[in-house]
């Protein structure tokens, strides 16, 4: 791709999110977006019991940041986003939370992270490598992570026809550049790291996505995320028609 094919993905990519954050667009995305709720705690159990004392980096610290959440776990970092007004919103929600010394807000291209090699101990991020050029992201995280250290993110991806069909149907919900992850992309990041994760969620759980707002849901949804986990366990073939994943990188080839 030529400089100024990438320049031109990048700007949109930060126009599209300067808008979402300064209209809170996001706030209008339907319920199926409730029944992500199993892949969200997988997340926050594997950041708390990893944050303490610990540096980190938050790839798209956007409205859901998850930055003041690991100062309060007792980690310090800084947050970035391509989004001008991403970053203004989180800086100025920075004077009214604890701790706003342990943590910093940057704009700043993904790809090309301005951070010394091995800076820190956790990188994550929720929904934001499928944005990126995969190789040059996966390359900056392996520079950027020290020994020992791990990436976590959690990512859709692209493999299942029902969930591609209603992306198809609400294309104002997602940038054009934007390229939910395959299997091979799993794959590939094995060149820049020596241990990969994945977990998988979220495929018969869609179901129960139009019961949002009843007193059924919670136990419709707990049961249906039991049976999708039975499913990936003994059913390894369905993984990859799972609507998320959550990968967990470590052992970064330096």
């Avoid at 929720?126 to 990126?132: D, E, F, G, T, V």
């Avoid at 390894?236 to 998320?244: E, Q, S, V």
């Amino acid at each position: 791709m030529s400089t100024e094919a990438v320049q031109s993905r990048i700007e949109r990519e930060r126009e599209f999110h300067n808008k979402e954050f300064a209209e809170s667009e996001r706030a209008k995305i339907n319920s199926v977006y409730f029944v992500t709720r199993g892949s969200t705690k997988w997340y926050e159990k594997f950041l708390a019991e990893h944050a303490e004392g610990r540096r980190f980096l938050e790839y798209g610290c956007g409205p859901n940041s998850y930055a003041f959440w690991l100062a309060n776990k007792g980690a310090n970092g800084v947050g970035i986003d391509i989004s001008d007004t991403a970053i203004e919103q989180m800086r100025e929600r920075s004077k009214h939370r604890p701790f706003p010394e342990r943590v910093a807000f940057q704009r700043m291209n993904a790809e090309e992270l301005e951070f010394p090699d091995n800076s820190f101990d956790i990188i994550c991020g929720r929904a934001i490598l499928h944005h990126l050029d995969l190789r040059k992201s996966f390359s900056e995280i392996a520079r950027t992570l020290r020994p020992g250290g791990h990436a976590i993110f959690v990512e859709p991806l692209g493999h299942n026809p029902v969930i591609n069909a209603y992306r198809n149907r609400t294309p104002d919900l997602r940038t054009e550049d934007e390229h939910p992850l395959l299997m091979s992309d799993l794959t590939m990041a094995k060149e820049y790291f020596g241990k990969i994760e994945a977990q998988y969620f979220h495929l018969g759980g869609l179901a129960a996505a139009p019961l949002v707002g009843m007193k059924i849901f919670d136990p419709v949804l707990n049961l249906l995320d039991g049976v999708d986990r039975a499913l990936f366990n003994t059913l390894p073939f369905l993984r990859k028609h799972a609507w998320a994943v959550v990968l967990v990188f470590s052992a970064p080839h330096k």
